[in-house]
Structure formats: C-alpha cells, structure tokens
C-alpha cells in the first residue's frame, strides 16, 4: 500500500492549498494587530505582606508578641520560600514568600489559607492591635502616572480635584483601577492647652466625651398619623468650623466656648502621611493601572486624549503632568525588536537569494511572513502577547524556521536539476526529508523545553520563550512540506532544461552578478555561484564538491585524530569558560534611574523630606534630566513590572529620576555617584538602574541568621568588614544596624496610686496631649473628616517641658508629670528583622561598573570561611542577592533537563530505531560550548540567564543537523551504497543545506546581538551554530566511521 504523501497532495490540490495561504496571510495580519503588547512578560508577584498595628508598643514587645505568632502560623502553610519580617515600634510587616515553584493557578488558594490561619489566631493576639491587613497585589502595574501640582493651594481643594479626575480617567476604556498616591488626610485640630483646663477645672476626657455625645447621630424614632410617618431629627451636628468653635463647654459654674480656650482649625495628618513631590513641588499622583486583557498603546492614546482635555478644566496654577508613561515605553521597547526583527528577516532573504539564486530564494522569502502570520495567529490564539520575551523569541526563531523551508527547496530543486518533474521531485523531498525534518524541529524546539517546565517566577517570566520558538518551528515544518511545493512548482524555473535568461533582464544581471561574486570569492563559490546546468551534469561533481569529499575522505582515514581534536576542544573550553563572566540578567535600557534615601531608623518624615528637598534642588539644575519624582516616606508605586519596590518608612525617600536618553542617564548616574553623594554624608543613598527580570534588589547580599540579637549584629559587622575589603563593591550597609532614641517615663507606682492616677491614665493623657486623641468626625459632603483634640505647640514640641505638663486625676484636680514620674533617656531596637522566625540582618552592597555580580560574589566567600567555621550552632551565614535567586532560576531549569532527555531520546529512536545512532546524535548536543565559550571571550560578554537557555537550545539546534545527517546516511547504506561512500556522500549532500540553514540563523542573529537583553544569548548562538555545524560536517563522520568500523575498502552494506 502506498503511503500518504502530504507534497503530492498539495501539488494535487493547488486551489485549497493557495486559499490556505491567503487565509492564513489575512488572519495572520489580523492577529498581529489584535496582539496584546506590554514591556514584560506577566509573571506573578508570589507575595503577601501582612501588616498588623499595635499602637504604643515597642519593637520587642511586637516582635514577641504579633509577629513572631503570625510567622508561626504562616509556616504551617509549608508553601513558603522564605518568611521575612520587620518589627517597628507599634507596626508589624510579615513578608510571606510563595514558594518558587509553585504555579500562579495555585496562588489565589495559598492566599486564601494564609488569611484563613491568620484568622485563626487573631483572638490570641493582643487586644489593643489593629488588623492583621493583608496586601497581595503586589503584581498590579501602574503604567501611566500622573502628578497633580497647584502653587498656592492646599491638599483639600487638590485632593478635591484629583476625585474627579480620577472620575473622568475611570471611564477610559482599557483602565483597570486608579490609585491617589501622596495623598494626606484632612483633619479637624481642637489644640486645648492641658494647663489651662486644669484652671478650668476641666479634663481632656470631659471634653472629649461632650463633643461626641453633641456630634453623634443616632437613630430617634418617627411619629405616624393616620396619613403619613413623620421622621424625628434631633439637632446638634457640627455643620461647619465655626459650630465646633462656638460648643459650649461647662466650667464649674459657668460656660465657655470651646473656641475661647482651644485653637479649632482644619489642618492634615501630623505627623503628615507619605507624601509625593514632582519636580520639588508637593503633588497628589493618580496611579493608572490598565485592566486586564487590555491594549497598552490603545490605552495610552485614550489616556493622551483625556489628559489633554482635563488639562484645559483646571484653574490657573494647578497642573496635571505626566511622570510615567508606560505605553511611549512600550511603543519604544516593541518598535527597537520590531527593527531587529525586520532587519533579520532582510538578512534571511539576502542569504537565500545569494545562495538559492533569485527565484528559488524567493520561495523562501515568501514563506517567511507566511510562517510568521501563521505563529501571530496561534500567539493570538492561545493569549501570547507581543513583549520583549516573545519578541526576542520570533528573532531568534526567524534564523531557525527557514531551515525546513531552505532544505526542502534545496532538495526540491536538486531532483528537478536531475531531470525529475516538479510533482516527483515534491513527492521525493517529502520521502527523503520530511520526517526527519520534524524530528530535527521536534527536537530543536525540545531544546527550549527546559524553559517551559521551570517552576520558578524566572521560569515563568521567560516561558513565551519556549512557547514562541515552538511554535514557529511546528508551523515552519507544515510551510515546509504543504506550501513550498506550491510555491516550488509556481516559481522555480526548469532547472533541467533551463533557458538562458533574456540579455539586459533583471534575471540575467542578477546571474551575472552571483557569477562575479564567485569569481571573486573562491572560498565561497559552492554558496554563492549560479547553477551550471546540463542533462548529464551531477551538481555534487563541481570542484568544491570533490575538494570537500577528498578532505572527509581525510578525516574518516585520520578518525581518532579528529575525534581527540574534538574533544581536545571540549575540554579547553570548559576550562576557559571560567574566564566567562557570569550574570543573572542585564540592568534594564530604560531611561530611569532610581535613588534611595535612607536615614537612620527612627528618623521623623520631615527630616527624611529636608533630605528629599536638598537632592530636589540640586537635580532642577542638571541638564539631560527630563523630570524627577519623589516618594516621601514610601517607594514608587509599580510603574515597571519588575521594580523593587519598598515599603513604607518614615526614615526613607525613593526618587525617579526620568532621564532624556541613555546617554544622559550614564552621565546623571555618574554624577550623583560622584558628586551628589558625598553632599549627604549622614544619610545611605542609593542610586541604580531598573532591573531585567524578576527583582533582586541589592545584588550582593550576606544573610546572618541567629537567636540572640547582639550575637546575629557583631557577626554581621565581622561580614561587613570583609566585604569591605572587596575593591568591587560600594555602598555596603546593614538593613538593620544602630538602635533608636526612647525616652522612658519611669512610674512612682505609690506616688501615683496616692495621687489617683495610674500608668494607663498617662499613657492616655500623653497620647492625647502629643499626637492627637479622636474624639468625633466632621462631616462634609460625602467626606467624614477626624476631629482630634491634642495640645497646643508649646507643649507638643519641647521635649524638656514635657514633666511640667498638668494632668487631671480621678478627684478634679491636677498634677503635673513630675510628681509621679521621672524621665530617662535611652536607646532601643527601632527595628527587628526576622527571617525564618530567626533574628537576621543583611549585609548589603552593590557593585563597581565593568563587574559582575556572581564574580564579585565567588571572590567574597573564601574571605568569609573563616567566620563561617567560628559561627556558634544554630547561626547560619547565607548568600542572597544575585547569586541565589540566579542558582533559583538554573535549578529550575536544570530540573528539566531530565524531561528534555527522554523527550529528545524518544524522538531520535523514533527517527533512527537504533541506539548507537541515537547515542551518537546525543554526543554531539554539547558540542556547541566550545563555540559559545569562543564567543563570550572574544566579545568579553557576560554569561546570563539568557545566555544560558539559548547554550540549552542550541543543543537542540546541532542535534537537528546531526539527526538529517545520520539520517541520510542510513538511506544511502540502505540503498545498497558501501558504508565508506555513503558518510562521505551523504555528507555532501547535506553539506549545502545544513551550511545554509546555519548560515541564516547566525546571520539572523547579529541583529539580535545589539540588544542589551539578548546580546549574550545571540553571541552564544552565534558561536556555538558556527562551531557546532563545522563539527556536524567533520566530526559526526569521523565518529560514524569510528563507531561503526568503518574501512575505506570494504563494500556492501
């Protein structure tokens, strides 16, 4: 029975197969279109932050008593990479890490127990506490951000402005949600000074209680007749500032007004809230998020539109200005990879009109965009969107998925030059390579599969990698075998009988042209050199053909010679691929900057904004600067998906620093680094690039783990020493190093027993007197504002006065704080950082320019062994930073090799149905180190992530050559040939096809190594295809030859 032929059908089916392609060409175009585009890929933020208050407590009494209960009950969940937490005076944050290798399917449940445990133990938690809240929208990104700034007005009359833009922005389509950033809390002040009530007679808590007994609302009743209900109001409400001045308070025998003894004003929070400044001015950000399923650049266009018309409604002096533009930034980063990938494509085209002539290399050509809207359609399919990820793996693909056009063309064309017609000739490239075609794309895309069953967020972040490459390959292979036979039988000219092209036609000056090409080049004449045709002539007969055959018949006499070369080779080069250096990913080409402030723990919000103030004044005069941000107290909100971002703290500022180019940015960064920093001699400043990839955060980074606080704090300065010594790093610092100010109340317990206050009276009346006691709420319009009664500013603000305050007691008199109380003045822990449930501070730095961060790493740990060998039991000194989330990202990959090998073993006994065949292919998979080594050397550049999934698929890449190769030789011994001439034939024949497929994928690449992402991988590719085919062409026969006892004398099979 004869087998099906999918090529002989085609050219049986002209009409459905061209309807085919058009229809595929049309919803191709369509789905580019409809491809959703972003920056980065999505990857989930496997991250929860639990966040608990208990007022008035210190960070001991929150570690012991809130945080180290929840990290407890957290660890229950055994779903967790690590634990982190912080303790401040009054503030727990518990930082609970998903494991890595956990799906984003599975995230939403492990969210759900982790509220449901710490649910579960809320009641064992100090009463006085507030919450547990929980934030896991850490993946939520704010591509578009807004500043609303007004000189001369307040945050109340801009906080109302803001609502309504906010209004006006939600109706956008494609917005998601819109956050207020910066925003700061009205509050109605009642100042009353505690000596004067004393006077009067009159304690904090008397007036306390009659402002919210006036201001209540509460539910009286109605009155019904026989025809209506009439509802009941009871007057009383504050409807305005003046009511509340005008409340009359009871004084012994007489009434006062409040406003007489209090200042009753509207202010905002004090102390203020974390705040956002642009460009040295005060701002209300509105954060734009855009919904999920959305078009970014559809968004972004909106969102022009709509700030161009609410520009026009504001008044005179309130501005509405642009800080983050994510979509310009997308248009940008798409429009550079939409470059290399049209240059790529005219590279492709040029190597198959070079080395196919002009009407055999336009078959290729016409089958790239097929191919390419054929993968668009599948990408829109199955939900693939258009990022730096994809974009990078269409370029990459581009170089590979022309192979299967380039061999069947190649063979298709070879038969009809010996006489065969366009259906048997189809008909034979479908027989003779078909199959192992999609064995070698089969395994070429197998060569990614390590990428697709990473469970790690870098895994996840590069997944669309495998997922693209795959299927551009899978649809390149049914091109292949479907549409180049059509396009083969329609474009081709008789290559048999083949007519002179006319004198002076395009055809005629092209073949002219090729012919002085080869003329001038020898070396690579079989490439470029026009077909010489004629009825007795064997194509595998030109002069490079014969030279090529007595040089394998050289290599299969001198076997073991090139083998041990070859090893030679492989050994050498794992040798000097420690000279490589190493990386995780590249810093982002983004025009940002980021600067980080930090003060010493315990530091107010208003000193950390002077600090924020000065840096202002000296970035408004800095050229190539486009704007800066501020974040007062807090970090930026996530405008770039795989920001670091940071928490809130009254002692920290982040600035973003927008500037004009890359160039710009470099000579701002320098500056700062140089001459900016020194200027805030008490202050930790930071300034970095945006990060590629999931965030690391400070790239070195030394954990010491331990029991006892002052043990884990001496160990950490011996470790910050040593990494000190390194000249490569800068900015070393500890997350948690020197104790905070505290100020002690000691009580006279009989003192104040006798006097009829207690130490919980004090705490109340300082509480109220210093920062505020809420006693109602003022309400306006749909706004309820907090009333607060505090003291006045003399009292507030002097802390020697602070003994001399008078406070009421139980039987209506007064005293004053120092007839119970003395104070003392001291130092404590103004954080605690926990990980694991274990006391841990963190040893961090960065790094100098021109170094690596795993390099740098490799040369600190010998230095720390001998504080490592010293360290009591229980203690632990981990590595963190680069290095550990980069030996995270390979362990995930590595965890799929094993997947990667059953599935390429499978598919080479499937092809080959022999072991020593399959063996042999496999011996050629690592071939390609000793090429991408080369590379990296030669072009000194670093070996990343990146680089190290397209080394992984690049086996894949040389065992697709080795598997046509093999292939084609067991054809030829089955056909009856001799084993000798059949390596050497077989050889031949491939030698073409398997140097032009090569060809155009390294070529495709040099676009590819321009970018700061890819460059590394592309290089890596580059050398290894280079190498790696050399090997397949020279090596495999010499290995086959060894492998199998070849002899030059022997004939049969």
């Known amino acids: 029975m004869r087998r099906f032929n999918l090529s002989e059908w085609a050219l049986s089916n002209r009409p459905l197969v061209l309807f085919a392609m058009l229809a595929f060409a049309l919803i191709g175009a369509w789905s580019y279109k409809h491809l959703g585009q972003s920056e980065d890929p999505p990857f989930t933020f496997k991250a929860m932050v639990v966040r608990t208050l208990w007022p008035g407590a210190t960070a001991e009494q929150v570690s012991r008593q809130v945080t180290e209960p929840l990290e407890k009950a957290l660890m229950n969940t055994g779903e967790y990479e690590f ?50 809240f929980f934030n896991d929208e850490f993946g939520d990104t704010y591509g578009n951000i807004y500043a609303l700034t007004g000189k001369g007005f307040d945050y109340a009359v801009m906080r109302d402005y803001a609502d309504r833009i906010q209004l006006e922005l939600q109706r956008v389509p494609d917005v998601g949600k819109i956050d207020l950033v910066g925003l700061q809390d009205e509050k109605v002040w009642i100042e009353l000074s505690n000596t004067r009530l004393a006077t009067l007679g009159v304690s904090m808590q008397q007036v306390q209680q009659a402002l919210a007994d006036q201001n209540a609302v509460t539910g009286t009743s109605f009155f019904e007749t026989a025809t209506d209900r009439v509802q009941l109001r009871v007057t009383g409400q504050f409807n305005d500032i003046e009511a509340i001045r005008q409340f009359p308070i009871r004084a012994g025998d007489r009434t006062v007004h409040l406003g007489d003894i209090a200042e009753v004003k509207r202010g905002f929070a004090d102390p203020a809230s974390p705040k956002m400044r642009f460009m040295g001015e005060e701002a209300i950000g509105l954060a734009v998020a855009m919904k999920d399923g959305g078009d970014i650049l559809k968004l972004g266009a909106n969102l022009d539109a709509e700030f161009e018309r609410l520009q026009k409604t504001l008044p005179a002096g309130m501005q509405l200005r642009k800080v983050s533009d994510q979509p310009q930034s997308v248009e940008e980063s798409v429009g550079e990879f939409v470059q290399v990938l049209t240059e790529a494509v005219v590279i492709v085209l040029l190597v198959s009109f070079f080395s196919l002539g002009l009407r055999t290399g336009l078959v290729v050509g016409v089958t790239i965009p097929l191919v390419l809207a054929m993968t668009f359609f599948v990408m829109h399919y199955f939900d693939i969107g258009l990022h730096k990820i994809s974009l990078g793996a269409l370029v990459l693909a581009l170089g590979l998925l022309v192979d299967d056009a380039i ?47 990473a469970a790690s967020s870098t895994g996840e972040y590069t997944r669309s990698l495998f997922q693209v490459v795959t299927i551009a390959l899978v649809v390149s292979w049914i091109a292949a075998v479907l549409f180049i036979p059509y396009l083969g ?6 290559l048999f009988n083949p007519q002179p092209p006319k004198p002076g036609s395009l055809s005629a000056r092209w073949h002219a042209k090729r012919q002085q090409w080869a003329d001038r080049y020898p070396a690579l004449a079989n490439l470029i050199a026009p077909p010489q045709h004629g009825h007795d002539h064997d194509p595998y007969q030109r002069p490079f053909y014969r030279s090529f055959r007595r040089f394998l018949d050289t290599c299969l006499r001198r076997r073991w010679w090139v083998i041990a070369a070859t090893i030679a080779l492989f050994i050498g080069s794992l040798m000097l691929f420690r000279f490589v250096p190493q990386q995780f990913f590249p810093d982002s080409t983004r025009p940002e900057l980021m600067v980080d402030i930090e003060l010493a723990e315990g530091a107010s919000l208003r000193s950390t904004q002077a600090q924020a103030e000065k840096l202002e004044k000296l970035l408004s005069s800095r050229e190539g600067i486009a704007n800066y941000v501020s974040y007062v107290g807090t970090g930026s909100p996530r405008f770039y998906l795989p920001l670091d971002q940071q928490l809130p703290a009254t002692n920290f500022a982040q600035f973003v620093v927008l500037a004009k180019d890359i160039k710009s940015r470099e000579s701002t960064r320098d500056w700062l680094l140089h001459e900016v920093i020194p200027k805030f001699p008490d202050v930790q400043m930071r300034v970095t690039r945006l990060e590629n990839g999931p965030p690391v955060g400070y790239p070195v980074q030394m954990r010491i783990s331990g029991e006892h606080i002052e043990k884990v704090q001496a160990i950490a300065r011996q470790v910050e020493a040593k990494v000190r010594e390194n000249p490569h790093v800068m900015n070393v610092n500890l997350d948690w190093s020197e104790p905070s100010k505290v100020v002690r109340l000691v009580i006279d317990q009989e003192r104040a027993r006798a006097l009829g206050v207690s130490s919980a009276q004090v705490s109340q009346f300082l509480s109220s007197s210093l920062a505020g006691q809420s006693v109602s709420v003022y309400r306006e319009g749909n706004r309820q504002i907090e009333m607060l009664l505090r003291g006045p500013t003399d009292e507030r603000n002097q802390l020697e006065l602070l003994s001399s305050l008078s406070m009421p007691t139980a039987n209506g008199g007064s005293i004053t704080l120092s007839q119970v109380a003395t104070m003392e003045y001291g130092f404590e822990d103004g954080i605690i950082w926990h990980r694991n449930r274990l006391p841990t501070v963190t040893v961090r730095a960065d790094i100098s320019d021109g170094m690596q961060p795993l390099d740098v790493v490799h040369q600190i740990l010998p230095t720390l062994d001998g504080i490592r060998a010293e360290l009591p039991s229980g203690y632990l000194l981990e590595t963190g930073g680069t290095v550990e989330d980069s030996a995270r990202g390979q362990n995930s990959i590595k965890a799929g090799m094993p997947l990667f090998l059953v599935v390429v073993a499978t598919l080479l006994m499937l092809q080959l149905r022999s072991f020593s065949r399959a063996a042999m292919v496999l011996v050629t998979a690592p071939l390609g180190i000793i090429g991408a080594t080369l590379f990296l050397l030669l072009f000194r550049a670093p070996f990343g992530f990146v680089a190290l999934l397209g080394t992984i698929a690049l086996a894949g890449m040389i065992m697709r050559n080795s598997v046509i190769l093999i292939d084609q030789i067991q054809q030829d011994i089955d056909a009856g040939h001799d084993r000798w001439h059949s390596i050497i034939d077989a050889t031949v024949r491939r030698f073409r096809p398997i140097v032009l497929t090569a060809l155009a994928a390294v070529l495709a690449m040099i676009p590819l190594s321009r970018s700061a992402f890819y460059g590394s991988m592309a290089i890596s590719i580059m050398g290894g295809l280079i190498v790696g085919t050399v090997l397949t062409l020279v090596f495999l026969p010499a290995l086959y030859a060894a492998w199998f006892r070849v002899k030059p004398d022997e004939s049969g099979a």
């Open 407 to 453: 061999i069947a063309v190649e063979m298709m064309a070879t038969k009809m030059e010996q006489g065969y017609d366009r259906l048997r000739a189809a008909s034979f490239a479908w027989e003779s390579t078909a199959f192992p075609m999609l064995t070698g794309t089969l395994i070429t895309a197998a060569g990614f599969l390590p990428i697709a069953t």
């Open 83 to 132: 634990i982190r937490s912080y303790s401040r005076p009054g503030e727990s944050q518990v930082i609970f890490m998903a494991r890595d290798s956990l799906r984003s399917r599975q995230i939403p449940d492990l969210w759900y127990q982790v509220r449901k445990r710490v649910g579960d133990i809320r009641p064992t938690l100090p009463r006085e506490i507030v919450g547990p």
């Open 489 to 494: 039988d329609k474009m081709l000219p008789d």
